[in-house]
């Protein structure tokens, strides 16, 4: 694979979970850390988390305690757990890699919504 993809969106609703997964280049998930951002209507877009290779995270506020990044690096893959979700977390979701020039997916949509 030679670029980064993402998959796993679709709709929900509040209080309910995700889980999206990003697929890439083993050049990429063998060395560099890697981070999932979002944007949603009328947003900028917005950094939510990044991981390590390692497997070390940091998250935004916004959804810290209810979103878990993970890695599987031997499957060329990074996942986000999303629970407990909110109508404001409806975006699309992009996955990224810290890569000399930054690399991006094309975006997965995620809607919550009763």
């Known amino acids: 694979q030679e670029q980064l993809v993402e998959s796993g969106g679709g709709l929900v609703q509040p209080g309910g979970s995700l889980r999206l997964s990003c697929t890439g280049p083993?050049?990429?998930?063998?060395?560099?850390?890697m981070g999932w951002y979002r944007q949603g209507p009328g947003n900028e877009r917005e950094w939510i988390v990044s991981i390590t290779p390692g497997g070390s995270a940091n998250y935004a506020a916004s959804v810290q305690g209810r979103f878990t990044v993970s890695r599987d690096n031997a499957k060329n893959t990074m996942y986000l757990q999303m629970n407990s979700l909110k109508p404001q977390d409806t975006a699309i979701y992009y996955c990224?890699?810290?890569?000399?020039?930054?690399?991006w997916g094309q975006g997965t949509q995620v809607t919550v919504s009763s």
């Open positions: 083993t050049s990429i998930f063998s060395t560099y850390t």
């Open positions: 990224m890699s810290y890569t000399e020039v930054t690399r």
